[in-house]
Nanobody
Framework: QVQLVESGGALVQAGGSLRVSCAAS????????MGWFRQAPGKEREFVAA????????RYADSVKGRFTISRDNAKNTVYLQMISLKPEDTAVYYC????????????????WGQGTQVTVSS
């Protein structure tokens, strides 16, 4: 089993920036991809970004391309999501996910999920 703990969520103003983190522990050797999803009130959870652990290959949702950057620190088993030019519509609970491949992570069926961190963007 892999444990994921997100942190860094906060209240920020529109146009601001924020970095959220997700630290993995446990059987991390079984995962090769981690990603971020978000869920706004009354909406379905949606994919945001993903990265492979080995090659650092990234994927992004169209809605965040050019504004969000996913990165990883293999030594710390941590993945980051740097968000700039934040908009009120970015307000959501941000969840971290991990599994064996980006295909699995991006599809939303990863076996390992964190508890989420709240990001609120005020207008």
């Amino acid at each position: 089993q892999v444990q994921l703990v997100e942190s860094g969520g906060a209240l920020v103003q529109a146009g601001g920036s924020l970095r959220v983190s997700c630290a993995a522990s446990g059987r991390t050797f079984i995962i090769d991809a981690m990603g971020w999803f978000r869920q706004a009130p009354g909406k379905e959870r949606e994919f945001v970004a993903a990265i492979t652990w080995s090659g650092g290959i990234t994927r992004y949702a169209d809605s965040v391309k050019g504004r969000f950057t996913i990165s990883r620190d293999n030594a710390k088993n941590t993945v980051y999501l740097q968000m700039i030019s934040l908009k009120p519509e970015d307000t959501a609970v941000y969840y971290c996910a991990a599994d064996r491949s980006t295909t699995v992570v991006v599809s939303g069926v990863a076996k390992n999920w964190g508890q989420g961190t709240q990001v609120t963007v005020s207008s």
